[in-house]
């Protein structure tokens, strides 16, 4: 009878074990993760004009005209760009000769530090404005401290200069910008050699001026916004033409070999057409920039429009980007501006 009832016992115990697992709360099932979007859409944002990105170790830094500091926006995929966080990189002291106006801010990696070019003037911006240098150490151009370096600029030709760039070629670095001669408002490209980031050595030297009627369009003739792209054994200077009020503003290019001289002049040769302009929705396309995929696949243009005809220089402008690929005589071709919330793929890679 002992050993009946122990059996009896055990058996309504494992029943009840049985029961519990059987009916107690099962877990939540996980829901599959969302899928990865494949496209993007234009206007990456709202507003954003002159826009420029630079490209370390997978992460994207951007920076656009503000008008009254420098800021920098980070992500690891362009085609998220307005969920990246926002830094105030510097502020200039008020009534100081770099405060008013500042404009197309480009960060570069040179020689184990960040730097920072960019326009800005004390308040007159028809006559006022010159090339700044600031300079950061941290790895992360986000952090650190900011210090100003100076003013970049020749002792024989200190005249109104924007959208100061830099690049390599030969060995050497190089400072292009756009530029004034003595009591004249027409707007050039000019060059220098650098003797070191915030350091300009020799004369400068003009590249190029408005020739061409596309390049004429608005109150002033206008060469700006130069920016450089090498492949294939060539260097490219894209450059935005025309006044940046007028929906004429396009983008056009001058080209040398990659074993030339740039101080040269004559080793430039220009394209006497103009190799991006305005589509629908994108009215004034230009002061571009190029990055690679994340993959390192595919080039990417990057350039601000206009979103309808007639909006000027202001902050209506908004930054895009496109992929583009390259012409059988080694230059590149952009196609024309894509339209506005129309899918477009991401990046390769992201």
């Given at each position: 009878m002992r050993h009946l009832l122990l059996f009896v016992l055990l058996g309504l115990n494992c029943g009840a074990c049985q029961k519990n697992v059987a009916t107690g709360t099962a877990p939540a099932p996980v829901p599959p993760p969302p899928p990865t979007?494949?496209?993007?859409?234009?206007?990456?944002?709202?507003?954003?004009?002159?826009?420029?990105?630079?490209?370390?170790?997978?992460?994207?830094?951007?920076?656009?005209?503000?008008?009254?500091?420098?800021?920098?926006?980070?992500?690891?995929?362009?085609?998220?760009?307005?969920?990246?966080?926002?830094?105030?990189?510097?502020?200039?002291?008020?009534?100081?000769?770099?405060?008013?106006?500042?404009?197309?801010?480009?960060?570069?990696?040179?020689?184990?530090?960040?730097?920072?070019?960019?326009?800005?003037?004390?308040?007159?911006?028809?006559?006022?404005?010159?090339?700044?240098?600031?300079?950061?150490?941290s790895p992360d151009p986000t952090q650190g401290t900011w210090t100003e370096k100076g003013r970049l600029y020749t002792q024989a030709d200190d005249y109104w200069a924007i959208d100061g760039t830099?690049?390599?070629?030969?060995?050497?670095?190089?400072?292009?910008?756009?530029?004034?001669?003595?009591?004249?408002?027409?707007?050039?490209?000019?060059?220098?050699?650098?003797?070191?980031?915030?350091?300009?050595?020799?004369?400068?030297?003009?590249?190029?001026?408005?020739?061409?009627?596309?390049?004429?369009?608005?109150?002033?003739?206008?060469?700006?916004?130069?920016?450089?792209i090498q492949?294939?054994?060539?260097?490219?200077?894209?450059?935005?033409?025309?006044?940046?009020?007028?929906?004429y503003y396009g983008l056009g290019q001058l080209r040398m070999s990659s074993?030339?001289?740039?101080?040269?002049?004559?080793?430039?040769t220009k394209s006497p057409t103009p190799v991006f302009v305005q589509n629908t929705n994108a009215y004034g396309p230009g002061h571009n920039g190029f990055f690679k995929s994340k993959d390192g696949t595919e080039d990417w243009l990057i350039y601000h429009a206009n979103s309808q005809p007639g909006q000027g220089c202001g902050d209506l402008r908004n930054p895009r980007m496109q992929k583009f690929t390259?012409?059988?005589?080694?230059?590149?071709?952009?196609?024309?501006?894509?339209?506005?919330?129309t899918p477009l793929p991401r990046p390769s890679g992201e």
């Amino acid at each position: 009878m002992r050993h009946l009832l122990l059996f009896v016992l055990l058996g309504l115990n494992c029943g009840a074990c049985q029961k519990n697992v059987a009916t107690g709360t099962a877990p939540a099932p996980v829901p599959p993760p969302p899928p990865t979007a494949t496209t993007f859409t234009n206007p990456l944002l709202a507003s954003g004009p002159d826009p420029w990105v630079y490209q370390k170790d997978g992460v994207y830094y951007f920076l656009i005209t503000s008008g009254g500091d420098v800021r920098i926006r980070k992500t690891a995929k362009m085609s998220e760009l307005a969920t990246g966080p926002i830094v105030i990189a510097w502020q200039p002291v008020p009534n100081g000769p770099n405060s008013r106006d500042i404009w197309a801010p480009e960060l570069h990696f040179l020689d184990g530090k960040w730097y920072i070019y960019f326009t800005a003037g004390p308040g007159n911006c028809c006559g006022g404005q010159r090339l700044w240098v600031l300079e950061n150490a941290s790895p992360d151009p986000t952090q650190g401290t900011w210090t100003e370096k100076g003013r970049l600029y020749t002792q024989a030709d200190d005249y109104w200069a924007i959208d100061g760039t830099v690049f390599e070629q030969g060995g050497k670095r190089y400072l292009l910008w756009s530029g004034q001669r003595a009591n004249d408002d027409t707007q050039r490209i000019f060059i220098a050699q650098m003797s070191n980031p915030w350091t300009l050595t020799g004369p400068r030297v003009e590249l190029s001026q408005p020739d061409y009627d596309w390049e004429k369009y608005g109150t002033v003739p206008v060469n700006e916004g130069p920016e450089i792209i090498q492949h294939g054994g060539n260097t490219f200077l894209l450059y935005s033409a025309s006044h940046c009020g007028t929906d004429y503003y396009g983008l056009g290019q001058l080209r040398m070999s990659s074993t030339a001289d740039p101080l040269v002049a004559s080793n430039w040769t220009k394209s006497p057409t103009p190799v991006f302009v305005q589509n629908t929705n994108a009215y004034g396309p230009g002061h571009n920039g190029f990055f690679k995929s994340k993959d390192g696949t595919e080039d990417w243009l990057i350039y601000h429009a206009n979103s309808q005809p007639g909006q000027g220089c202001g902050d209506l402008r908004n930054p895009r980007m496109q992929k583009f690929t390259w012409n059988a005589d080694g230059s590149p071709n952009f196609g024309r501006p894509a339209l506005l919330n129309t899918p477009l793929p991401r990046p390769s890679g992201e």
